[in-house]
């Protein structure tokens, strides 16, 4: 296991060095550029050459990508065009929210999408395998700016069970201490400000939630389709095996392993949905952030997201590789 870690983390330099390269070119062919995203609609060609010698930006590209990439190294992303703040100080503040929203929508499609989607297959043709793959579709087509507003006017506005935006309620007495609001309300023993927490984070989780979980019910009933016309499960059945023992461990544990994939995909999906739903709930986090940056063409800031990004599906599928050994031996013998 230990080898296999290893041989994955080498494998994250040259795809990382290589986005690198793709993601210098692409940002310095955009139209307009730093430049101009500095001095607003009333710049004029003399300020521009003037900003862009004291940035460096009328510097050959390969002395550009090189100081940059020294930069990387030194975890120094540049400074935001619009706030003038560090990228890097932008993101760990705003990071802590968007963690909380993905981590809440992902629990929301694996508690809920994986069982659905089992019983749906066990009982096929049931109402509640019509019903499972019929919501679904309705998950994947509904979109999530949409299904957000709904969500906020029935149980915000209209039912009030639910906050309809934000993080925290105004005035409520919470320490920061980490920047996440629900442990830093469970490290100080202020639970009343970690299930305030909790309770703005599960509308905007479950319209975050709406696309992966339904896609965790369709790979998951699938999946388990697929598993339960295999012969080693009708021979375990005939065997007289307990029914929680063939579903457990012949039929559960192999029709996990395209979930898992499916997840893990998923996973690094959520940040691009968080873009509208944090949006739509004023939620402050790295999603609204990059809204507004595309907006204000802050070079700077996109590319340390895209790397951000890019870094975490890589980190993401070392974890899918990983749960692949814990579930299924063969692989760890591969």
């Given at each position: 296991m230990l080898r296999l870690v290893v041989r994955r983390l080498l494998q994250l330099?040259?795809?990382?060095?290589?986005?690198?390269v793709l993601l210098f070119i692409w940002i310095h062919r955009l139209p307009g550029g730093p430049a101009w995203a500095l001095l607003g609609e009333r710049g004029n060609e003399a300020a521009r050459r003037q900003i862009e010698e004291q940035l460096g930006l009328n510097e050959p590209l390969l002395v550009q990508y090189g100081r940059w990439l020294r930069r990387l190294f030194e975890l120094d992303l540049g400074n935001s065009?619009?706030?003038g703040q560090p990228v890097w100080d932008e993101f760990t503040l705003r990071f802590p929210a968007t963690f909380e929203l993905g981590v809440t929508a992902l629990l929301f499609a694996v508690i809920i999408g994986i069982p659905l989607g089992y019983f749906a297959a066990r009982r096929r043709g049931s109402w509640l395998d019509v019903t499972a793959v019929s919501g679904s579709l309705l998950g994947i087509c509904v979109p999530v700016f949409f299904l957000a507003m709904i969500l906020r006017s029935i149980f915000a506005v209209n039912l009030g069970w639910l906050p309809s935006g934000g993080r925290l309620t105004t005035g409520i007495d919470a320490t920061d201490v980490t920047g996440f609001a629900v442990l830093d309300g469970v490290l100080?023993?202020?639970?009343d400000a970690s299930w305030d927490a909790i309770q703005h984070l599960?509308?905007?989780?479950?319209?975050?939630?709406?696309i992966p979980l339904?896609?965790?019910?369709?790979?998951t009933r699938a999946s388990v389709l697929e598993v339960l016309s295999e012969d080693y499960v009708r021979t375990?059945?005939?065997k007289g095996l307990r029914k929680s023992v063939?579903?457990?461990?012949?039929v559960l544990r192999n029709a996990l392993l395209p979930v898992v994939t499916t997840v893990g995909l998923l996973t690094g999906s959520l940040l691009s949905g968080a873009v509208l739903t944090e949006s739509a709930f004023s939620f402050g986090g790295i999603g609204s952030f990059i809204r507004q940056a595309i907006s204000d063409?802050?070079?700077?800031?996109?590319?340390?997201?895209?790397?951000?990004?890019?870094l975490l599906y890589m980190l993401i599928n070392l974890v899918v590789d990983l749960t692949y050994g814990l579930i299924d031996p063969r692989v760890r013998v591969n």
């Open positions: 330099i040259p795809t990382l060095f290589g986005l690198t065009v619009k706030t100080t023993g202020e639970f599960i509308l905007p989780g479950l319209a975050l939630a709406s339904a896609v965790v019910v369709r790979i375990a059945e005939s063939v579903r457990g461990r012949h063409r802050d070079y700077p800031v996109l590319m340390g997201f895209i790397l951000f990004i890019a």
